[in-house]
C-alpha cells in the first residue's frame, strides 16, 4: 500500500531548529519527486522544498532557502525535513508529497499522494 506518514512537528521558540521525518511505504528509486509543502490556518499550501529521489537534487522557497534542508535515507526509505532558525511565520501543518516523475514540480495539484501532515508551532 502506497503510504506517506510524516512525524517530527511540536513547538519550538523562534530561532530553534525541528527535523521532520516522512516514512514511505514503497521504495521510491525511480523518477519519483517528493516534497514537503505547509499549510497554516485559512491560507493556501505553500510548497516549500523538493527533491529527485534518485539524484538528491533538490529546490527551497525563497522563505526557507537556507534555513531548510531536504533530504532522504535511501535505506530507510525516509524524507526529512531539517529545519533550523524557524520563525513564527513557519507555524503549519506540514505535509509530505510524491509524484512519478523527476523535476521541480511546486503546484499542489500535480502531486498525486499525500501524507496526514504534521503540526509546526514557532513560538516569538
Known amino acids: 500500500q502506497v503510504q506517506l506518514a510524516e512525524s517530527g512537528g511540536g513547538l519550538v521558540q523562534a530561532g530553534g531548529s525541528l527535523r521532520l521525518s516522512c516514512d514511505v511505504s514503497?521504495?521510491?528509486?525511480?523518477?519519483?519527486?517528493m516534497a514537503w509543502f505547509r499549510q497554516a490556518p485559512g491560507q493556501e499550501r505553500e510548497f516549500v522544498a523538493n527533491?529527485?529521489?534518485?539524484?538528491?537534487?533538490?529546490w527551497y522557497s525563497d522563505s526557507v532557502s537556507g534555513r531548510f534542508t531536504i533530504y532522504r535515507d535511501n535505506a530507510k526509505s525516509t524524507l526529512y525535513l531539517e529545519m533550523t532558525n524557524l520563525r513564527p511565520e513557519d507555524s503549519a501543518v506540514y505535509l509530505c508529497?510524491?509524484?512519478?516523475?523527476?523535476?521541480?514540480?511546486?503546484?499542489?495539484?500535480?502531486?498525486?499522494?499525500w501524507g496526514q501532515g504534521t503540526q509546526v508551532t514557532v513560538a516569538s
Open positions: 508529497a510524491a509524484r512519478e516523475g523527476p523535476g521541480d514540480f511546486r503546484n499542489v495539484n500535480v502531486y498525486s499522494i
Open positions: 514503497w521504495r521510491p528509486f525511480d523518477g519519483y519527486t
Open positions: 527533491i529527485i529521489w534518485f539524484s538528491g537534487t533538490t
